[in-house]
């Protein structure tokens, strides 16, 4: 892994990132599409403090994703996929008193796949998702996972927890070959 002040130029990468100047450090000219996966049943709060935050810096469109399937296991048992879309509607409502520039996706991401492919079809600049969905990515890139010959659009950013141990205080990067 390298610090962020080490970091070659690179337009696709998997960054973990614990606080604003993380972001604001990784993206300092800030983005114009922004995707954020969560799951509204159980929403991160301190990951949606930091991205109504980044929306006062940067002004993003910031489009939700359902993540619910992403792990499975967190799914909520006898929902319909009906019922998660109107959770994140709901849930986008909410956003929306604090920010106006928020839309959602009509899709459950089912996989990592189709996650990188709505972020291709969206032109995001950049994928937060919160550690809990995030939690079946593994390293290196996605190799683990089934996505097949699919790179990544934008760089993706897992939010994680305050308390993580992180060597040195620096960002974890890592970066992919497309």
Sequence with gaps: MQSIEHLPTADHFIAHAQKMRDLL????????????????????EAALVMVLQLAQHW????????????????RA????????????LCFGWELKNHYSD????????????????EASERKADLILIPWEPAAGLQRPGF????????????????????????????????????
């Design 25 to 44: 450090n990784l993206f300092p000219r800030g983005v114009d599409r922004l995707l954020l996966v969560i799951d509204p049943a159980d929403p991160p």
């Design 59 to 74: 002004y993003p469109q910031i489009t939700l994703l359902h993540g619910g399937k992403l792990r499975s296991s967190d």
């Design 77 to 88: 048992l006898g929902k319909s996929d009906r019922d998660h879309l109107v959770d994140l």
């Design 102 to 117: 928020v839309s959602t996706s009509r899709h459950i991401m089912q996989s990592w796949r189709q996650l990188l492919a």
């Design 143 to 178: 190799a683990p996972l089934d996505t097949g010959d699919c790179s990544l659009p934008c760089p993706i950013v897992i939010l994680t927890a305050a308390d993580a141990d992180w060597p040195n205080d620096n960002i974890d990067i890592e970066l992919l070959s497309n």
